[in-house]
């Protein structure tokens, strides 16, 4: 029952954090899901690519993000992401709550 | 070691081992499954399926996709499982669900046209959708052409649109009617008609090609000229039915389609016998070929209609009327000759497209050898006969151009008068023509010939006296 617990708030954890970070990442350029999944994978986050295109999906037709086709040499065409504006304005007021929470949370568990 | 088997997935070519493309089939499915239930899936899941296919060509380029391989695919992707916590328990009340459910008829997501509405239908009394919408769509059409009133279909169509919930359903359905793209002439109707019914597929083939076969064996004459009422319509009615099915009737596309085309149980072992498939998939691709090939046929069915009984016509003629090939053939051994040209080159295309019909309809697609070799050396033989028997009759041409007689006629009076013994004399302005064309144009009798056809020329004569000249 604990088990069940830990990993269920775990994993609430990291639903918000995943969007915020999945964001960030595509605020600083146009990018390919499979780049985003192994940038996320590198800094340490865990995301599988079953979760990461439906988060794409859910945030594209709310209005955050564009997305276009571009021709591969290796594969299938692809399909890259942008952000829009009000992608734009929902990624600044993530960053705010965020950085509040995490200095809030820095202070909580250094005391 | 493991069968390797050639697959078409996402439009890419790929070898895999067969127990890795079981395992990739599986998690496919699962993945559909997990995804379909919302309406953002759909999008998702095709995403996904892109990816997979860029994964697996990454993968392909390596060598032959193995279970290895997979393993990997999965551990980036991820199972549904990983996805959502909950999804077990889900699927299990899913599971439960229909038993204690009455059923009730629902719109249906997965298989539709405009909304799922006759797709919904049809999964309520377990019948193949198509037979659900051809019923609507005959049923519109009367409907507005008929009475051009209120379209009753469309709006029940709307009215159950707006009314019934939309719903995932699963086939129910052991057999659905699909359009063959393995085994085609056109469009691949015959050929799924054929399995759907369970009757051989070139009786299904005979039964559209004959009201073509019946005119072309029936009417001697030209089909634009004479126009039979009741071979008209047959041939229209057949022309639409099958036209209408080609629009209606999906293609069989993905291997399910196939066992569900051949009633066939789904499971691996039916869906790895499909994998030949995929070149056929390939090909059916290119909608303007198809077009095309339609022109092409419906050229080719005018030709047979209305050539083949002409050039009948003319093979029988020219045996019957053994007298003029009398008149121009003199040896027997010409004639021998002027028959096999005759037979070579009006007789060999005849039987040619009678075989290639009979083939086509059959469903014969490899050439056959003896076919070829006998064909080749009629035409051999033929053209070496219209050689020879050209040369002969140059010849003969010749010795007979040249005879040149000469009779002085011994007339007192200075005027000849000229008297023809037929009636039927057209006498022209320098010409005296004597033209019986229903007669033998010569007659040969015990030692002299006779000529019906006389042309008489008057010229000045080289001295003062008559001449006759032959």
């Known amino acids: 029952m604990t088990a069940i617990n830990t990993d269920n708030i775990q994993s609430q954890m990291k639903k918000g954090v995943l969007e915020f970070c999945i964001l960030s990442i595509i605020q600083r350029g146009e990018a390919y899901p499979s780049d985003i999944a192994v940038e996320l994978k590198e800094s340490g986050m865990q995301v599988l690519e079953g979760t990461l295109y439906p988060l794409l999906t859910r945030l594209k037709n709310a209005g955050y993000l564009e997305y276009r086709w571009v021709e591969s040499t290796t594969g299938p065409p692809r399909k890259y992401f942008t952000m829009t504006k009000t992608g734009k304005q929902f990624y600044l007021s993530l960053e705010s709550t965020w950085k509040e929470m995490a200095t809030a949370v820095h202070k909580i568990t250094k005391r | 070691m493991d069968k390797i088997l050639q697959i078409n997935y996402q439009n890419r070519t790929l070898h895999i081992e067969e127990s890795a493309y079981q395992a990739f089939q599986t998690y496919e499915s699962e993945l559909q499954t997990f995804f379909l239930k919302e309406e953002e899936g759909a999008e998702t899941f095709a995403d996904l399926q892109n990816r997979m296919a860029e994964i697996l060509e990454q993968k392909n380029a390596m060598g032959t996709i193995m279970i290895k391989d997979i393993q990997e695919l999965i551990a980036t992707i991820g199972r549904p499982t990983d996805f959502d916590e909950n999804y077990k328990a889900e699927t299990a009340q899913e599971k439960k669900a229909p038993v204690e459910e009455k059923k009730k008829l629902y719109r249906n997501k997965k298989d539709k046209v405009i909304a799922g509405v006759c797709s919904g ?324 009798k015990e030692k002299t010939n006779e000529i019906h056809a006389v042309h008489l020329n008057y010229e000045q004569s080289e001295d003062s006296n008559f001449v006759v000249k032959i």
């Not at chain 2, 377990?126 to 049923?139: C, E, K, M, S, Y």
């Not at chain 2, 159950?160 to 052991?174: A, D, G, M, S, Y």
């Not at chain 2, 369970?198 to 039964?207: A, D, G, K, M, S």
């Not at chain 2, 050539?307 to 019957?320: D, H, M, N, W, Y």
């Open chain 2, 121 to 444: 239908i049809s999964n309520y009394f377990a019948i193949d959708p198509i037979a659900v919408r051809l019923i609507f769509v005959l049923f519109s059409i009367c409907n507005i052409a008929t009475l051009f009133e209120f379209p009753i279909g469309i709006a029940a169509y709307i009215i159950l649109w707006v009314l019934l919930q939309p719903r995932l359903l699963e086939i129910n359905v052991t057999q659905k009617l699909f359009r063959n793209p393995k085994d085609k002439v056109l469009g691949g109707v015959c050929s799924g008609l054929a399995h759907f019914f369970n009757t051989e597929t070139w009786f299904v083939r005979l039964l559209f090609a004959a009201p073509f076969i019946i005119e072309a064996l029936t009417n001697h004459n030209n089909i634009f000229v004479h126009h039979n009422f009741i071979s008209t319509s047959f041939y229209s009615f057949t022309f639409i039915c099958y036209a209408t099915l080609w629009f209606i009737v999906p293609l069989a596309k993905s291997s399910t389609d196939y066992m569900l085309l051949k009633r066939e149980p789904i499971n691996i072992s039916t869906i790895q016998n499909s994998t030949a498939m995929s070149k056929v998939l390939q090909t059916s691709k290119s909608g303007m070929n198809a077009f095309l090939k339609v022109v092409a046929y419906i050229i080719l069915a005018i030709i047979i209609v209305v050539a083949v009984p002409t050039l009948f016509g003319v093979l029988t003629a020219c045996f019957f009327s053994y007298n003029v090939l009398d008149i121009i053939l003199f040896s027997t051994f010409n004639k021998v000759l002027g028959i096999i040209s005759i037979c070579t080159f009006i007789g060999l295309p005849v039987l040619g497209l009678i075989i290639w019909g009979i083939r086509k309809i059959g469903g014969y697609k490899s050439p056959h050898k003896g076919l070829r070799i006998a064909f080749s050396t009629a035409w051999v033989l033929g053209f070496i006969s219209i050689f020879i028997l050209g040369f002969n009759l140059m010849k003969e041409m010749n010795t007979y151009a040249n005879v040149v007689e000469r009779m002085p006629i011994n007339i007192t009076s200075d005027t000849l008068f000229i008297q023809s013994l037929n009636p039927n004399v057209e006498i022209n302005e320098n010409v005296v023509f004597n033209w019986n064309p229903m007669n033998h144009l010569m007659e040969r």
